[in-house]
T-cell receptor, first 109, second 114 residues
Framework: GQNIDQPTEMTATEGAIVQINCTYQ??????LFWYQQHAGEAPTFLSY??LDGLEEKGRFSSFLSRSKGYSYLLLKELQMKDSASYLC??????????WGAGTKLIIKP | IAGITQAPTSQILAAGRRMTLRCTQD?????MYWYRQDLGLGLRLIHY???????GKGEVPDGYSVSRANTDDFPLTLASAVPSQTSVYFC?????????????FGQGTRLTVV
């Protein structure tokens, strides 16, 4: 079966660094996506990895290891506005997104 | 219209009633999707359309139907609503020419079936 696992909730302090992990098992693989979703709002695209390694984009970075079926999203210099859910999704062999349940990130002052 | 728009934003519906959720995009994306999002679960694909005139079933299609008469519109119909269809519904689109996976979402429709 297809499965995406990520922690349900994480707490971090403003100004700190947090790493949100995601493991995936999908039928085929065409890339790993991270989306951000603020409460009551729509998901918005953050990052896309299809090759192994780290992709850096400002305060956010995303890492992929295809051999391990593993990705993480790294958020640096946390701000209160980063409080949101972070959704991991794998693009399967049919080019359909398989979604994790999301990680709710709580930022404390 | 800028991006992708859903209507209504919220609705309370009596069980057994028919309801159509509307979705319109102005980005000329080929692919469109309907998801439902329930607490503790990931987004689940209901139906999708890779291009105008074609549709396909997703993970949870039962009780729902869609049509894609043109590129811009992708309505979702609940023929006879049941309480288990209470959820937040998101419509999304993506550019299938190299952009599959980078989906743009509407603001969502919060549907309560009573």
């Amino acid at each position: 079966g297809q499965n995406i696992d990520q922690p349900t909730e994480m707490t971090a302090t403003e100004g700190a660094i947090v790493q949100i992990n995601c493991t995936y098992q999908t039928s085929g693989f065409n890339g790993l996506f991270w989306y951000q979703q603020h409460a009551g709002e729509a998901p918005t695209f953050l990052s896309y990895n299809v090759l192994d390694g780290l992709e850096e984009k400002g305060r956010f970075s995303s890492f992929l290891s295809r051999s391990k079926g593993y990705s993480y999203l790294l958020l640096k210099e946390l701000q209160m506005k980063d409080s949101a859910s972070y959704l991991c999704a794998s693009l399967d062999s049919n080019y359909q997104l398989i979604w994790g349940a999301g990680t709710k990130l709580i930022i404390k002052p | 219209i800028a991006g992708i728009t859903q209507a209504p934003t919220s609705q309370i519906l009596a069980a057994g009633r028919r309801m159509t959720l509307r979705c319109t995009q102005d980005m000329r994306h080929n692919a469109m999707y309907w998801y439902r999002q329930d607490l503790g679960l990931g987004l689940r694909l209901i139906h999708y359309s890779n291009t105008a005139g074609t549709t396909g079933k997703g993970e949870v299609p039962d009780g729902y139907s869609v049509s894609r008469a043109n590129t811009d519109d992708f309505p979702l119909t609940l023929a006879s609503a049941v309480p288990s269809q209470t959820s937040v519904y998101f419509c999304a689109s993506s550019d299938s020419d190299g952009g599959v996976g980078r989906a743009f979402f509407g603001q969502g429709t919060r549907l309560t079936v009573v």
